[in-house]
């Protein structure tokens, strides 16, 4: 019989197949961390580029928008600029009569 027999499981020894078969499952783990590392970049990246899309929607639809817009102005324009020679017409005759 030994002396003195192991108290901690630090005392205990290990043989070949025991470290092999631990180190096969820290390897298994490690992979398998690995795999879901990269499953979660590339959920990562299909949202960036719905991101992106959604921002390019969106620029094209300002763009849209702003020609729409510039239509628009000039048409406020040219109401302006009729309003202004009517006005000035009015005062011109105005003018006259007085």
């Known amino acids: 019989m030994q002396a003195n027999p192991p108290k901690f499981s630090k005392e205990l020894y290990a043989t070949q197949q025991q470290l092999n078969e631990v180190r096969g499952e820290l390897k298994s783990d ?11 970049e590339h959920k990562m990246d299909a949202r960036f580029e719905e991101a992106k899309a959604a921002n390019h929607r969106m620029l094209a639809l300002m763009e849209e928008m702003r020609a729409e817009n510039r239509y628009v102005l000039d048409g406020y324009a040219q109401i302006y600029a009729g309003q202004k020679a009517l006005e ?7 003018e006259k009569s007085i």
């Open 30 to 40: 490690i992979a398998s961390v690995n795999l879901s590392i990269r499953s979660l």
């Open 88 to 94: 000035e017409r009015v005062t011109h005759l105005e």
